[in-house]
């Protein structure tokens, strides 16, 4: 782990916040390339801007509820992030949504046609910030034996590199979304964010079996998972529709 990558004078970049600015600039180009020949740029970068910020704080306020034992009644500890890393990438998908719709209506913007190009930024930033959170030590795994098990600062014996699983993870994801895009695997406006959001589903719910410190409902389904299962099965239904509808004719 290694929270400071480097010291410039009296300053420090941490590793979090580096990838976190890392993870928007990169995504603001992907969201230029794919965008700009389908929707007014503008208006396109605007929404990118908001719903961004949007997810943000709702990522940073649902990952304080959840670990509100380690924060308490500390408001510092609430807005220092460099100090007091983490972010629920749940929390963060259930804003950045709702602000996604509710701003694309309010403008009268294709929300569809946004969403799918979004997707692609959001896996690949996804999978940046995993980057900044492993080496901000933010969260680490469950114990292991095997070979790729990192050690980390004052936690006995090696642990899964949860943030690295998901920083592989991510980037398949976009990978393949990106597959998608090019080939316009999917004509119908919106199919791609849903694809997303299947795939987006299925890697929370897998990081979670390796991850500790979780809020878990029962023994071994921690409140993530709960969610993910709920965004699978809704994301699901419009494939399991069009197949319905395909075995009929």
Do not use: C
């Not at 899964?160 to 406006?189: A, C, D, N, Q, S």
């Amino acid at each position: 782990m290694k929270p400071i990558l480097a010291d410039i004078g009296p300053f420090h970049v941490f590793s979090y916040g580096l990838f976190l600015s890392l993870s928007f600039l990169i995504s603001s180009f992907v969201i230029w390339k794919y965008g700009r020949e389908e929707l007014i740029e503008e208006e396109l970068m605007d929404t990118y801007v908001y719903t961004s910020l949007v997810a943000l704080l709702f990522s940073r306020v649902f990952y304080i509820l959840f670990h509100f034992n380690e924060f308490g009644g500390n408001i510092l500890k609430y807005i220092i992030v460099r100090e007091n890393p983490g972010l629920s990438i749940i929390g963060g998908l259930l804003g950045g949504v709702a602000f996604l719709f509710y701003y694309t209506k309010r403008r009268k913007i294709n929300t569809y046609k946004v969403a799918d190009i979004f997707a692609l930024t959001a896996s690949l930033g996804l999978s940046l910030v995993s980057v900044g959170e492993f080496l901000g030590g933010a969260t680490f795994g469950r114990e292991t034996n095997l070979p790729w098990g990192v050690q980390v600062a004052g936690v006995l014996g090696k642990r899964h590199p949860t943030e690295l699983y998901g920083f592989i993870l991510f980037l398949i994801l976009f990978m393949v979304l990106r597959f998608l895009y090019k080939k316009r695997f999917y004509k119908k406006e919106g199919y791609l964010s849903l694809v997303f959001l299947v795939g987006y589903s299925l890697i929370v719910f897998l990081l979670e079996i390796f991850k500790v410190g979780s809020v878990y409902l029962y023994d071994r389904i921690s409140l993530n998972q709960v969610f993910a299962i709920g965004i699978l099965i809704i994301s699901s239904i419009p494939f399991v529709w069009k197949l319905i509808n395909k075995s009929r004719k």
